[in-house]
C-alpha cells in the first residue's frame, strides 16, 4: 500500500524558511516531489526529483528560492523553502509517480493528505 506522508507545514513570516519532509513507501516510484494548492487557485506542479536523486526540477516560480533534496537510506523526499513570500501559502501536498518523471508530465499518480503552509506578512 503506497503511503506518503508529509511533515513540517506551518506559519511563519514572510522572508522566513521552512523544510517539508515525506516519507514515501509502499513502492519503487521513478521521482517525488511537491504540489501545492493555494487558495482559489488550481494545484500546481512545485519540485520534483527522481529515485536517484541526479535529476531535479522546479516551477520557475520557485527556482532559486525551493531546494529538492532526499534520503534514500531514509525513504524521505525534502523541500527546503526559503525567503517565503506571502504568495507561497498554500497547502503543499508530497507526491510520487511511475514511468516518465513528474517534472516533465507535471503531474503525479499518488498524494499525500497535504500540509498547509501560512506565509504571513
Known amino acids: 500500500q503506497v503511503q506518503l506522508v508529509e511533515s513540517g507545514g506551518g506559519l511563519v513570516q514572510a522572508g522566513g524558511s521552512l523544510r517539508l519532509s515525506c516519507a514515501a513507501s509502499?513502492?519503487?516510484?521513478?521521482?517525488v516531489g511537491w504540489f501545492r494548492r493555494a487558495p482559489g487557485k488550481a494545484r500546481e506542479f512545485v519540485s520534483g526529483?527522481?529515485?536517484?536523486?541526479?535529476?531535479?526540477g522546479y516551477a520557475d516560480s520557485v527556482k532559486g528560492q525551493f531546494t529538492i533534496s532526499r534520503d534514500n537510506a531514509k525513504n524521505a523526499v525534502y523541500l527546503q523553502m526559503d525567503s517565503l513570500k506571502v504568495e507561497d501559502t498554500a497547502v503543499y501536498y508530497c507526491?510520487?509517480?511511475?514511468?516518465?518523471?513528474?517534472?516533465?508530465?507535471?503531474?503525479?499518480?499518488?498524494w499525500g493528505q497535504g500540509t498547509q503552509v501560512t506565509v504571513s506578512s
Open positions: 526529483i527522481s529515485s536517484s536523486g541526479g535529476t531535479t
Open positions: 507526491a510520487a509517480k511511475t514511468g516518465i518523471y513528474m517534472m516533465i508530465t507535471r503531474s503525479a499518480e499518488y
Open positions: 509502499g513502492r519503487t516510484f521513478s521521482s
